[in-house]
């Protein structure tokens, strides 16, 4: 990753802590901050110890009279004073024509090719608010990139952010601006990922780590508060899931069958999903991950539930399906760890939750705190589990299926211990009372797929 811009000093003392952090972290990439037309803003990033600035000016002129109030010489005549007040003081200077996809085409090449004679490093193509098609795209970066070096800068009000990316970078950027998962403005910037990926994927051009993407992206996502789309490309949960039966079957045979490129080239696992869709051979083998083995009438007997609970609007997990296989089977499930009581309290300064648990023949009571009530009882659990409780709580996801003040909510959690891993979604109107039946009956699936005792720690 060759540049960072890092923040805009000029928001904020709080932004301006968070660029410097950046610039101490001793990173081999340019640290930029974005910096407006202003010399101020320049005297901020330097403050930060920045390398560089990616300087917004702008173009059209419905920026240019209805937002500054100036005239297009005033632009350009503003413009390369700033360029040469910022390389003066040692900075890297890319300079950014602003709404650049609505300006006059002889106008921005003007206005940009000013800034590199000044002294720039580099323009910057910007369709900052998703405007442009491919073909005008292009035909922009053209004139620029045979000015000097040129970069490009997409947005996806359209959905053509990533198109307009590869189109620009056809007719001559060298650089592109992206946002991990698309992360931006109004609909977002063309996404890292996808810019990354498809460099590789279709062009044999390697950029960046391929395999951290889908890391990166949770970690992102968990940090901006904003969710993933399961069907997001690349990182979607649902980008590398199979619940066709003709796909599933297809991909048991070639795990390509149905694929681009393997899920792992990002990070990723191949995923067999339970739903309306789905066939004899999924089915078979979702449950051979649990080793169980189905076959003939009773194959097509869960096959059948597995598609009319699907058909009632809801997400079989593997719960679901082994209920449904241990049902038609008419065996009696063996349970290792059962809730049978729960009592949490967040009133406090300390959030804490008290459990009462049946652990194979004995009974176990504990008690735990944490950040929520949820956090306390899931603490309490794993505190009466002992070591039996180091399974990985790999994902949990909470929906609300009904309105109002006494909603009831579904919990589903993913949890893995070893090679196995299994989902459970549990409803009610308590999500204290949801989470924690979804995570014991997740560790119960997973003890009882072993043998080993589940000792009480001392």
């Known amino acids: 990753m060759p540049y960072i811009e890092a923040g805009s000093a000029c928001t904020g003392e709080?932004?301006?802590?968070?660029?410097?952090?950046v610039t101490d972290l001793g990173l081999d990439a340019t640290i930029t901050s974005f910096a407006r037309g202003v010399q101020s803003?320049?005297?901020?990033?330097?403050?930060?110890?920045?390398?560089?600035v990616n300087l917004v000016v702008p173009a059209s002129d419905r920026h240019i009279e209805g937002k500054v109030g100036t005239t297009r010489d005033g632009v350009v005549e503003r413009t390369v004073e700033l360029v040469d007040y910022a390389t003066d003081h040692g900075l890297w200077?890319?300079?950014?024509?602003?709404?650049?996809?609505?300006?006059?085409?002889?106008?921005?090449?003007?206005?940009?090719?000013?800034?590199?004679?000044?002294?720039?490093?580099?323009v910057c193509y910007a369709d900052t608010v998703g405007h442009a098609?491919?073909?005008?795209?292009?035909?922009?970066?053209?004139?620029?990139?045979?000015?000097?070096?040129?970069?490009?800068?997409?947005h996806d009000d359209l959905g053509l952010g990533m198109a307009n990316t590869l189109a620009s970078v056809a007719a001559g950027a060298d650089l592109v601006h992206t946002t991990v998962n698309g992360v931006g403005e109004r609909a977002g910037n063309v996404a890292l990922e996808e810019v990354a990926i498809a460099f590789d994927h279709s062009y044999g051009v390697e950029t960046v780590d391929t395999t951290q993407l889908y890391d990166l992206a949770g970690l992102v996502s968990r940090?901006?508060?904003?969710?993933?789309?399961?069907?997001?490309?690349?990182?979607?949960?649902?980008?590398?899931?199979?619940?066709?039966?003709?796909?599933?079957?297809?991909?048991?045979?070639?795990?390509?069958?149905y694929e681009p490129y393997s899920p792992e080239k990002v990070g990723r696992e191949r995923r067999l999903v339970l739903g309306k869709h789905t066939g004899?051979?999924?089915?078979?083998?979702?449950?051979?991950?649990?080793?169980?083995?189905?076959?003939?009438?009773?194959?097509?007997?869960?096959?059948?539930?597995?598609?009319?609970?699907?058909?009632?609007?809801?997400?079989?997990?593997?719960?679901?399906?082994?209920?449904?296989?241990?049902?038609?089977?008419?065996?009696e499930r063996e349970r290792r760890v059962e809730l049978l009581?729960?009592?949490?309290?967040?009133?406090?300064?300390?959030?804490?939750?008290?459990?009462?648990?049946?652990?194979?023949?004995?009974?176990?009571?504990?008690?735990?705190?944490?950040?929520?009530?949820?956090?306390?009882?899931?603490?309490?659990?794993?505190?009466?589990?002992?070591?039996?409780?180091?399974?990985?709580?790999?994902?949990y996801h909470v929906d609300a299926i009904?309105?109002?003040?006494?909603?009831?909510?579904?919990?589903?959690?993913?949890m893995s211990r070893g090679d196995r891993t299994v989902t459970v979604a549990r409803s009610d109107a308590d999500i204290t009372r949801a989470s924690v039946v979804a995570m014991v009956d997740a560790l119960d699936r997973l003890l009882v797929a072993g043998s080993e005792p589940v000792p009480a720690d001392d």
């Not at 035909?139 to 800068?153: C, D, K, M, N, Q």
């Open 280 to 331: 004899r051979a999924g089915a078979r083998a979702a449950l051979a991950e649990h080793d169980v083995e189905v076959s003939g009438a009773n194959l097509e007997e869960v096959v059948s539930r597995v598609k009319e609970l699907a058909d009632r609007g809801k997400r079989v997990t593997d719960a679901d399906l082994l209920a449904i296989t241990e049902d038609v089977r008419g065996t």
């Open 93 to 122: 200077v890319e300079v950014i024509g602003e709404d650049g996809s609505r300006a006059d085409l002889d106008f921005l090449v003007e206005l940009l090719g000013g800034a590199l004679e000044a002294g720039a490093d580099r």
């Open 402 to 414: 009904t309105g109002g003040t006494d909603a009831v909510v579904t919990v589903e959690v993913t």
């Open 341 to 395: 009581d729960l009592t949490a309290a967040s009133g406090g300064a300390t959030p804490t939750a008290s459990v009462r648990l049946r652990v194979d023949d004995d009974e176990r009571v504990a008690s735990g705190v944490g950040s929520g009530p949820v956090d306390a009882a899931v603490s309490a659990v794993r505190e009466a589990l002992g070591s039996a409780a180091d399974a990985q709580l790999d994902s």
């Open 14 to 21: 709080g932004e301006r802590r968070t660029i410097s952090r």
């Open 223 to 257: 940090y901006t508060g904003v969710p993933l789309p399961p069907n997001k490309a690349v990182i979607g949960e649902n980008a590398f899931a199979h619940e066709s039966g003709i796909h599933t079957d297809g991909t048991l045979k070639d795990e390509r069958m």
């Open 133 to 154: 098609g491919p073909d005008e795209a292009a035909e922009a970066v053209s004139r620029l990139a045979e000015l000097g070096p040129t970069s490009t800068h997409t």
């Open 41 to 52: 803003d320049v005297d901020l990033a330097l403050e930060c110890g920045v390398d560089g």
